[in-house]
């Protein structure tokens, strides 16, 4: 068999994961996408070790290899979005821009600097409370 | 202790006393009167003290050098010589009476204390320039008295007449300090020294290479501090200070300072004829202008301010002619009758209320109400007009007698062409000076109207220090003899021809001035003018404040008052207007200096705002126009990071690719 | 190996059966991807998962490693997907289409794979044109091959392998019990500060929309008490 059919096919496969890690809005099909990029690599593995005969059969051995760290990360992976999900009210991987530079995430600081109480007693519940509501005011602005 | 000794303690002590009055003012107000007249009279005893002790005979040189200062040493040295310790002995008994004189003027001025330690820094520096061997610390002194005279001027800095004069005072004497100090450098590299001794050695050996240039870059900063045209103006202003100030700067300290820099430097001058000639005709000048502008004036003490400049022009003519024995003459007597002037004028605006001679004319009564300021203030004009025999008129004959010797050939220190103009222009000013004399004296005390209102005695620390200063006022002409051996040996006797000829020009501007006076006062029968103080009862300084304060707001301008039974009014005829104004050279500087300077300003503050600023803005505005740009990248969605990372490694792969092929096929 | 890329090989246009079989699994596998990747209906991308990966392990069987094909089957079909499809329901993915599946940057997303498609597909070809891979003799993936090679000769990294699977197992436990801790703890002071804020949410519930309001509600609360 021509070594061409499935390299081209793993590359198919991983371009395929790839437009849906970039393109897909919720993060478990993100995850999807990810997985065939992995299987594409495993096609990869796979078919070149089985063109090169290697005795010690790395490539199968590190195929099954990447299925086990595959499926901790699918693991985890879900586990970090659920927790995402549970924080924000959403897993749309778009929607989740706290990291992102706007005005509104700006003005905050200050605002929150105005209505810090100064009195000392309420100070430590103070910090606790605004710095949540930043937060959440960033997400309402985000959203 | 040594001679020497005590001539350092001269003008340390005021130093300290000023130091310490600094310090304490705020805090142990009870020691500021003492702080501020005991070292004072000390320095003056021990000034006087060091002028017995050296007696007219060699002078002393004494020089320490505290750190090594380049290529052109400067040492702290003295120069003790006739010269010197005389005027020393003159300005410690001005400064000692002008600050007692203060502690009654101010007794009510919260900032008595700043005030006081700065006339003791003003005498102090004033001491340091008459004892300093050299020039550099000479400098320190000149420099500290225009910082000085820029504080004192501006004492009543709430009005803004005081605010202006003490700036103008300020600038207008760096204008000349500028120059001065370019010739003390010159001076220094031309002889290789600092030390005034080792200057006159190396003129006496011809060592000077440009005597006119160096000459004339002094004596812009010689007319500056000395008032001479055409620097003078910001003396007549300076009028907006204390009284005691006042005659401070006019007896003994700042103006003296310029003539006695000439007169310790004056072969350095005598070099160059060029320059005695500009002097002669700087005096000349200064003389007539003055005497004009002093018949003009309202202000009695800008009528003071004025005759001191005509007083100066008589020095700078007796310098002009080489005769610094005549000038420091006129200068030591000068010092003693216009301190009284100027005090005694201090107890007249006290006692009238007002500055204005045309408000003083309108009061009758008030020789009556201070006698002591009456009669000392009768012998110091007369004193300054220069009516034999009292310490004016020796001195001025001193000046023309060598103006005349000059003239005639007799002495060849300076050019003929000096010695005429000096000779005739002060037989015009001795016209003019008994004329505004007289003026002053019939204005002030021969008063027509209501009695002048009576605010009791005057205090004794004033009216004291009057009497003591008239001692010398009309005994200073008898030592002339004596003197002779302190100030180079010139003979300083009067000679009958120029005796006769001035006193005699005198008496006719005098008795002019009473006829003129007799024909006007019938015109006087009008209701008084304003500017009367507002407060006649309060301290004498406020009274004065408020007198400077209202003469502007009553009669529009500082230095006239439409007046029509002025005497003055009718000898100079249509010269008037100009006189008053001081022959419109204040316009002259404000069209020639402050108003390029004024326009250069507003140019740099146009560029600044509208050019510089904008580049500044600018840039800021375009980093964070780019900021804002960039921050859109920064969308926050993982995905589009996540694109554009693998669209640049995708680029990278197809460009390694493609040179691997290309290199390959190469 | 060698010998037969050297010696030539049947062209593109001469197919084997193996070759056959391969093209066309791998079209169906390709096709699965693609809609696993474009479909509106989540549920629908998951199964379509499954199509695509049971397609590989096809795949793998045609390049005779078995055991990998059936470790393929159990565990990403059987485990992975599965938990893939427990995270949508866990996350309240609409079932039906959902026309906003895809982000606003699809097009970049194409551009983007498609041009790396094109890339890689260039250089594979261009490099493997010629190379044969001769799958006759014993099968290489068998499950007594892979035993052997597995633990003959990767004994150690199987073993490292176990304790990362430890280790991901825990974080995944840590990270799904943190929120819940933090949860309790919330919960205990708004009732022991706030009385404004009757939430009565008990600690098992697992309402995302509930919770998502509690978190803005929060600090609402938490003013009022300040005021």
Known sequence: MHLAYPAVLAVLLFCTGLYGVLARRNAILVLMSVELMLNAVNLNLVAFDVWLRDALHSGQALTLFTIAIAAAEIGIGLAIVLAVYRNRGSSDVDRLRDTAETDAAEALPDAEDDEADPDAARGVTADQATAPAGKAKKAEATA | MTTTTLAVLVPLLPFLGAAAGLLLGRTAPGFVRPLAVLPTLVAAVIAAVVAARLGGGRAIDAATQLTPTGSVPIDLALHLDGFAVLVAVLVGLVATCVQIYSTAYLKDDARYPSYAALVSLFTSAMLLVVYSGDLMVLLVGWEIMGICSYFLVGHYWETPEARTASLKAFLVTKLGDVPFLIGLFALAADTGTFRITGILAAVTNGGLDHPTLIALLLLAGVAGKSAQFPLHTWLPDAMAGPTPVSALIHAATMVAAGIYFVARLLPVFAASGAALVVLAVMAAVTMIGSGLAALAQDDIKRVLAYSTIGQLGYMSGALAVGDRGAAVFHLLSHGAFKAVLFLAAGVVIHAAGTNSLAAMSRMGGLAKRIPDAYWTMTVALLALAAIPPFAGFFSKEAVLVAAEHTAFGDRDIAPAAAGWTVLVAGLAAAVLTAAYATRLWLLTFRGRGPEAPDHGKQPVAMTSVLWVLAVPTIAFGLTTGVLTDWLDGHSLSPSLTTAVLSTGVGLVGGLVTYGAWRHTTALADRPPVGAVAAHPDAEPALVEAEAITSHTAAYGTIADAPDPSDPGRLLLGPLHRHAVTGFHLDALYTAVFVRPVGAAARLVRFLDRQVVDTYVRGSGSIARGLGTLIRRAQTGNVQTYLGALLAGTLVLAIAAVVLANVYAGA | ?227
Do not use: C
């Open chain 3, 1 to 227: 190996m060698t010998l037969a890329a050297t010696a030539g090989h049947p062209g593109f246009l001469s197919p084997t059966g193996v070759e056959i079989a391969f093209v066309l699994v791998g079209l169906a596998t390709f096709g699965a991807a693609l809609v696993t990747v474009t479909t509106k209906q989540l549920v629908h991308a998951a199964l379509w998962l499954v199509v695509a990966l049971g397609g590989i392990a096809v795949e793998y069987l045609l390049l005779t490693a078995e055991f990998i094909a059936w470790v393929q089957v159990l565990i990403y079909v059987g485990s992975i997907v599965v938990l893939l499809l427990f995270g949508l329901m866990l996350t309240r993915a609409p079932i039906g289409r959902s026309p906003d599946a895809d982000s606003g940057n699809r097009w970049i997303a194409l551009g983007v794979s498609v041009a790396a498609a094109a890339t890689l597909v260039w250089v594979v070809v261009d490099a493997f044109r010629t190379t044969w891979i001769d799958l006759d003799g014993p099968a290489q993936g068998s499950t007594k091959a892979s035993g052997e090679f597995l633990f003959r000769n990767w004994v150690l990294p199987f073993e490292a392998l176990s304790v990362l699977l430890l280790a991901a197992l825990v974080g995944a436990i840590v990270l799904s019990r943190k929120d819940r801790q933090d949860r309790q703890n919330r919960d205990g002071r708004q009732n022991g500060t706030s009385t404004t804020n009757g939430r009565g949410s008990g600690y098992g519930t697992s309402k995302p929309a509930g919770r998502g309001t509690g978190t803005q509600d929060r600090p609402a609360a938490h003013r009022e008490d300040k005021s």
